[in-house]
């Protein structure tokens, strides 16, 4: 297993409450501010630009083919358009009346969406659920009994989703149907004493998770093996590959002083790059 050394890391923006959700597109990382309740694009130089204000927590985003902003806050699945505002497209609410927590569009527009299924902070651990969102906005239940769901990857064939449990300490994939059904579900990668969040996957397949209590972004094979452990000095709450050649490991990190905290800690929200090997491949 190799380690990054920490004076490969570098600083690209910094004064974030919580940052979450990264996504490269059109040249640059755009990300969820939980903590400010905004997404925000980091432009060439560092500068950071608010997007637009989301009245939820938590909230995520991912780009439809044709460039429109999918967003997820609260039940609804909205698009953003080109005067800025979001329209509905799908309700969540008939799956699971909790807030919905991440997503992910592939290469037709489809989307598939998780909640952890129960108040966070606060609230009694129960299961959650996956669903895929249809370019009409159908909404079909797609595998329930996930413990925690969190980050989510599709390999650039379309025929894989990866999904990080935080709670399960596993990735677990999926095979995508014709459809876009997930069926085949099985263990990626078991991960004792990890905690996998946000993710990402490279054109080897493997797949990079940020982990905010173990302080760290790893990256793991197809095969489940440990290949890489980048340290940081706060928790990473996520993590994506960008930048010119796809090969700019981009870490969301943060201090963490537990979920009560969430927006009173202070900016201590930085985005960290850092150098690989093997470029990004798939989505988001």
């Keep these: 297993m190799m380690h990054a050394r920490d004076k490969a890391l570098h600083i690209v923006a910094e004064g974030l409450l919580l940052p979450e959700s990264p996504r490269w597109h059109d040249g640059r990382l755009w990300l969820s501010d939980w903590g400010a309740g905004e997404i925000k694009r980091i432009e060439a130089n560092g500068d950071v630009t608010v997007i637009a204000a989301v009245d939820a927590l938590p909230f995520s985003f991912a780009f439809m083919p044709d460039g429109e902003m999918a967003l997820i806050a609260g039940t609804m699945v909205s698009i953003r358009r080109p005067d800025g ?8 609410s008939g799956l699971s009346p909790k807030p919905w927590n991440e997503i992910v569009v592939d290469a037709t527009g489809r989307a598939y969406v998780n909640t952890i299924g129960f108040d966070f902070p606060g609230g009694e651990f129960r299961p959650g659920l996956v669903a895929s969102v249809s370019v009409d906005g159908a909404v079909r239940l797609e595998a329930d009994d996930v413990a ?14 990866v999904l990080g449990e935080s709670y399960a300490s596993c990735l677990t994939a999926f095979t995508i149907g014709s459809d876009g059904a ?11 004493g990890f905690h996998p969040d946000g993710i990402t996957m490279d054109a080897e397949g493997a797949i990079w998770f940020a982990d905010v209590p173990n302080r760290c972004c790893c990256r793991i094979a197809a095969d489940g093996t440990l290949l890489q452990r980048i340290d940081v000095d706060r928790g990473c ?3 994506m590959l960008g930048g010119v050649d796809g090969s700019t490991l981009f870490i969301l990190a943060a201090d963490w002083k537990g979920p009560e905290a969430i927006g009173s800690g202070g900016p201590s929200g930085r985005v960290l790059a ?4 093997v470029p990004r491949a798939g989505w988001p």
């Design 85 to 92: 505002r979001f329209a509905p497209h799908a309700d969540l």
């Design 148 to 161: 925690f769901p969190n980050g989510m990857a599709i390999s650039p064939d379309g025929q894989t989703l």
């Design 182 to 192: 997930l069926a085949a579900r099985r263990h990626l990668a078991e991960l004792p």
């Design 237 to 239: 709450f996520a993590c």
């Design 274 to 277: 850092v150098e690989v090997a």
